[in-house]
């Protein structure tokens, strides 16, 4: 099971906590790991990435094993630590103000 | 025994504020998802327990909600909780699927509008601004959107199509977006004609459809912008808000950028009745719900401050259908109040004493119960205000 961390925001529309598990068929990517997620969450599509274009939102950022994988491919696998469920796969928003 | 609930959209959440008909005591129930901005939350005359939000985010997007007992509880239409995956394990819910339409069979090309600097930007969704439930269906409901478009939902807030004779009219790359963004924030139901909608666009102007939303017109003649190389613009205009009293659709009432203007043939011509008001910018502009002749206006101070003047909350009737303005103050602070009050917050109740609220950048929300001669704070101190809608309820 991957492991995926919403924001607050996204964790209340989706009535989770924290963090959830998702189960990832095949490769383990962005894409994959977010196909998962709006599946099991379908609250969340749009939310993270554009409905149409799939773009990941301008101020989200994807993070893990304390890299910042938002500007990776989508379908570049995720690092073997997320894969395994050690680490999990961080969704964050930009912190705004001052 | 009759009440009213009046629907509040703030920066951080939505309120409810409910009464009985005396309009004294006040029940505040909120904030509804909280921390979100809500542009707007309206109900459906058909069901008055039926509430549509639009709850936004510049982080998360676009969501609908809606409720189907008066506030109490929320679903995004299509995704109710313990039945959200459809039949492919694929969504149900497309609450907040809202995609211009580009198809060949009903669609039309996404051309670009004018963007601040002059150049052309491309059409982007954003957000939506503005809901308008059908009159007569119940599951029927309009959206008004940024960039501007008009979308429809025929099951509640499922699945949005766009009405794409409005973008496609031809003049969208004269229209251009206005401080708050290019929206149509404005939308009117002609309770006589179903058919018949107008709508209003930041900054574009006034349309008409009289053929339920197929093809649409601009109705912006008489309308004068210095700002626009062609003052008298087909399009181009910045309307803030149209107001009218179902009774008579044909009279319209619109606050523009500067100019409260007024039209007696639906639209087609367009004669100023600023009159004697201190500034003649603002945002809101209502109507009585049983006088078609007494309007009300709140003047803002513009360009660039955008508050009231003075440091006075004033709101401005007219009783005579503009022209002859007169000042209403009881109740509202007059010394260091500098609060804006934006387009779609304020609202009319339809009760005997017909009852008028608003509500200000500064979170307050003030009610008038007798049609705006004594006014008092239902609530001081929301987040800023973005919208107020009333229902009465009988």
């Not at chain 2, 676009?62 to 969504?91: A, C, F, N, Y």
Request: proline share 7%; aromatic share 8%.
């Amino acid at each position: 099971m991957i492991r995926v961390v919403l924001p607050q925001h996204l964790r209340t529309l989706a009535h989770v906590g924290a963090e959830v598990q998702v189960d990832v068929p095949g490769k383990v990517t962005q894409r994959s790991i977010l196909d998962a997620i709006e599946v099991q969450y379908p609250m969340l599509r749009g939310t993270i990435r554009d409905h149409v274009t799939l773009q990941r939102r301008p101020f989200l950022r994807f993070f893990a094993c304390g890299e910042d994988l938002s500007h990776e491919s989508p379908d570049a696998p995720v690092p073997d630590a997320v894969v395994t469920g050690t680490e999990p796969f961080l969704i964050i928003g930009a912190i705004a103000g001052g | 025994m009759s009440g009213v609930r009046v629907l509040v959209g703030t920066r951080k959440g939505a309120f409810i504020l409910t009464s009985d008909g005396k309009r004294e005591k006040w029940n505040v129930s909120g904030p509804h998802f909280a921390g979100w901005e809500i542009y707007h939350l309206k109900g459906s005359p058909v069901d008055p327990n039926r509430i549509y939000a639009s709850q936004t985010s510049g982080w998360f997007g676009q969501v609908l909600q809606r409720s189907d007992d008066g506030g109490k509880t929320w679903i995004q239409p299509g995704t109710p909780p313990g039945e959200q995956k459809g039949p492919g394990g694929m969504p149900k819910g497309e609450s907040n699927k809202f995609v211009y339409d580009v198809s060949k069979e009903t669609g039309k090309p996404l051309t670009t509008h004018q963007w601040y600097d002059g150049t052309q930007h491309p059409w982007e969704f954003k957000r939506v601004w503005h809901l308008e439930p059908s009159l007569t269906e119940h599951d029927t409901v309009f959206a008004g959107v940024e960039d501007a478009a008009i979308f429809r939902s025929k099951d509640g807030g499922k699945t949005w199509q766009e009405l794409s004779g409005l973008r496609g009219h031809g003049t969208g790359p004269k229209w251009q977006p206005g401080a708050g963004g290019m929206c149509l924030h404005t939308i009117l139901i002609d309770p006589k004609n179903p058919k018949r909608i107008f709508i209003a666009i930041s900054a574009a102007g006034a349309f008409r459809t009289d053929d339920g939303g197929a093809t649409w017109k601009p109705i912006n003649k008489g309308l004068n912008s210095p700002f626009l190389p062609d003052p008298g613009a087909e399009v181009g205009h910045c309307v803030h808000h149209i107001a009218f009293n179902g009774s008579r659709p044909d009279t319209l009432f619109m606050q523009k950028h500067w100019d409260v203007m007024r039209s007696d043939n639906a639209g087609d011509s367009w004669h100023e009745v600023s009159g004697n008001l201190p500034t003649d910018f603002g945002f809101v502009i209502d109507v009585h719900a049983h006088e078609p002749e007494t309007i009300y206006v709140v003047p803002i101070k513009s360009d660039s401050e955008h508050f009231v003047p003075d440091g006075k909350l004033r709101v401005y009737r007219s009783k005579t259908g503009g022209n002859d303005w007169e000042e209403l103050s009881k109740g509202l602070p007059q010394q260091d109040c500098y609060v804006n009050v934006l387009r779609d917050a304020m609202a009319v109740d339809s009760l005997d004493s017909c009852g008028i609220y608003f509500g200000t950048s500064g979170g307050q929300v003030y009610c008038s119960p007798d049609a705006g001669n004594n006014w008092k704070p239902i609530v001081r101190d929301l987040p800023g205000v973005l919208s107020v809608e009333v229902q009465t309820l009988r």
